[in-house]
Structures are given as structure tokens and as C-alpha cells.
């Protein structure tokens, strides 16, 4: 498959992390792949930026819009509003789960995966998270480790934005490497 044929999702909605949806964005869409913004509602989703506000951002497509099977990998940016609203979204965590199910990349920043643990794909895994996810993931099962990216089959989690270089590298190496037979729903 070459890179202009891998699409990738970014799920999110207001209150993400701006710069967590824009750095893994433009690093994906550098490499060459197509990069769809998806949310529970259409038109715009605004973003967080550290203590305010930030920008408003297109929406490519709504959950019910958008089929994981046509997808090769999802990106969940953080902020501390849009997993915590994306987490009580049932639609959202069914998206999530289905690429766990086929095998596919999922890189998490941040409090992002506060929707993963609700989606209930953390037990057993090897992850990171901003520190005041930690306690969550580990009480979801998660090992949790203090380092600015982890991996785990396909897995990729990173803490906060100061880890972006290296979360966006990982993500991207994953979704060269394709499906992986241990992730795991």
C-alpha cells in the first residue's frame, strides 16, 4: 500500500488539545498520508489550547459518518475536555474498540486515554499518559510508565506535548508496519 492510499482518523472533539490534533496531523499528512478529522458533530470542533481557547477546527466526517474499515489507524489527541466527553460517547468508544479489533495502530496523547479505558482496551497493556491518568490506567489494569512514548503492538501512547517528536514518529513508524496480530480489543 503506498502512502497516499493510508488513511488515518483522528478522533476528537471541543476541548482537544490543539496542538495534539495539528503536530500528529501535519506529520501524517508530511508522510504522505490522508488525514480525516472525525467527531460526534459536523461543521467544527474547537480546540484547547493550554489555557484558553484556541482555534476551530473542520470536521471531515461524524461518527456516523465515518466506518472504521476504511481507516488504517486512529489518532486520539488529549486535553483534559474532549476525552472526558469522547469517553461517555458510546458511538465514540464502539469506533475506538473496532480498530483494537482488526489489529490496527492507535496512538493516544496526553488524557486521551481516558477514552481508551473506557473503551475497556487498557488491561494488560504496557502504556503512558499525562501523570494524572496514571492511577486510572493502572486501576484499568494498564502497566504504567513514565516515559515520553511507549509502544506496546501497536499501542502508541505518549504523555504531553513535549513528547509530540516522538509520539508522531512512533505513530507513523506503527502504521508503516500495517496490522499487528497482538493488538488486542
Known amino acids: 500500500m503506498s502512502d497516499e492510499n ?29 488525514v480525516e478529522v472525525v ?10 489550547a493550554e489555557t ?21 489507524a486512529l ?19 464502539t469506533f475506538v474498540r473496532a480498530f483494537f479489533e482488526a489489529g490496527k495502530p492507535v496512538s493516544a496523547i496526553c488524557h486521551a486515554p ?19 491518568v496514571a492511577q486510572d490506567l493502572k486501576n484499568a489494569g494498564a502497566l504504567w510508565e513514565d516515559s515520553e512514548v511507549v509502544c506496546e503492538n501497536a499501542l502508541v501512547t505518549s504523555r504531553t506535548p ?6 508522531n514518529a512512533k505513530t507513523i513508524e506503527e502504521i508503516h508496519e500495517g496490522r499487528h496480530r497482538k493488538q488486542h480489543a
Open 6 to 34: 493510508v488513511r488515518v482518523a483522528i478522533l476528537a472533539t471541543d476541548g482537544f488539545e490543539e496542538v495534539e490534533l495539528t503536530s500528529p496531523k501535519k506529520a501524517l499528512e508530511d508522510e504522505g498520508f490522508q
Open 39 to 48: 467527531a460526534p458533530k459536523s461543521g467544527t470542533i474547537r480546540a484547547w
Open 52 to 72: 484558553d481557547w484556541g482555534g476551530d477546527y473542520p470536521v471531515d466526517r461524524t461518527l456516523g459518518e465515518a466506518r472504521p474499515e476504511e481507516y488504517d
Open 75 to 93: 489518532v486520539l489527541p488529549g486535553g483534559v475536555i474532549n476525552p472526558d466527553s469522547l469517553r461517555t460517547n458510546e458511538e465514540a468508544l
Open 114 to 132: 481516558w477514552t481508551l479505558i473506557s473503551a475497556g482496551v487498557v488491561d494488560g497493556r504496557q502504556m503512558t499518559s499525562v501523570a494524572s
Open 162 to 167: 513535549k513528547d509530540l517528536p516522538a509520539f
